[in-house]
């Protein structure tokens, strides 16, 4: 079956820290991965996505790369800012099935102190 | 374009009442998903539908869950009877097309609906 993996939080960092937030998957297909965040009191947001192996998804500083021989995403930031502050999901995206939907993983919380 | 919309966005009911949540897609897309988030469970899809017919419904928990899509501009979930158990955020997202790789994949999910039942 498809699965995601994604390291437990709560993740507390300082402010300039480096982040990792480790995500591994198992899927029966060769899916699509993405990352979404949720702020606060709001839904899910895209942050970035990778559609094939060695793709690198990025966008506000943020990037992970899809890495098919580890089968992992992990999402990384060099610097991270008290407004990362929110709850990160991996994701991915079979093709096959029920039509491509998304299967999460259970999110990871993030908190940067100032 | 003002995002997928979903009403209300706090439902405190009691056990036992009817609770129906609703959800306006982005305009142009397709594809509907309802999902329910819990501390335990984490994000479940609940139901999806392509073009206003339910493709997949498995992850509703039970027969007091129902959701319609009568045009592609307007869904609804309701919990009939409802039980402290349900409570939850649930969450409607909406996406164009079938979900092709690099083009029609991504979701946009509404605000939530967070519901409690006492």
């Known amino acids: 079956g498809n699965s995601v993996t994604q390291m437990e939080g709560p993740v507390t960092l300082s402010e300039e820290a480096f982040l990792t937030i480790n995500c591994t998957y198992t899927?029966?297909?060769?899916?699509?991965l993405f990352w979404y965040v949720q702020y606060p009191g709001e839904g899910l947001q895209l942050l970035l996505k990778?559609?094939?192996?060695?793709d690198k998804g990025s966008n506000k500083g943020f990037e992970a790369t899809y890495r098919k021989e580890t089968t992992s995403f992990h999402l990384e930031k060099g610097s991270v800012q008290v407004s990362d502050s929110a709850v990160y999901f991996c994701?991915?995206?079979?093709?096959?099935?029920?039509?491509?939907?998304?299967?999460f993983g259970k999110g990871t919380k993030l908190s940067v102190k100032p | 374009d003002a995002g997928v919309i979903q009403s209300p966005r706090h439902e405190v009911t009691e056990m036992g009442q009817e609770v129906t949540l609703r959800c306006k897609p982005i305009?142009?897309?397709?594809?509907l998903f309802w999902y329910r988030q819990t501390m335990m469970r984490g994000l479940e899809l609940l139901i999806y539908?392509?073009?206003?017919?339910?493709?997949?419904d498995s992850g509703m928990p039970e027969d007091r869950f129902s959701a319609k899509m009568p045009n592609a501009s307007f869904s609804t979930l309701k919990i009939q009877p409802s039980e402290p158990r349900d409570s939850a955020v649930y969450f409607c997202?909406?996406?164009?097309?079938?979900?092709?790789?690099?083009?029609?994949?991504?979701?946009?999910f509404g605000p939530g609906t967070r519901l409690t039942v006492l």
């Open positions: 539908f392509n073009n206003n017919v339910p493709i997949d």
């Open positions: 899927a029966t297909g060769y899916p699509s």
């Open positions: 997202a909406s996406r164009s097309g079938q979900g092709q790789r690099g083009r029609t994949d991504t979701q946009y």
């Open positions: 305009s142009g897309h397709n594809s």
């Open positions: 994701a991915l995206l079979n093709y096959g099935g029920s039509q491509g939907n998304l299967i």
């Open positions: 990778a559609t094939k192996a060695d």
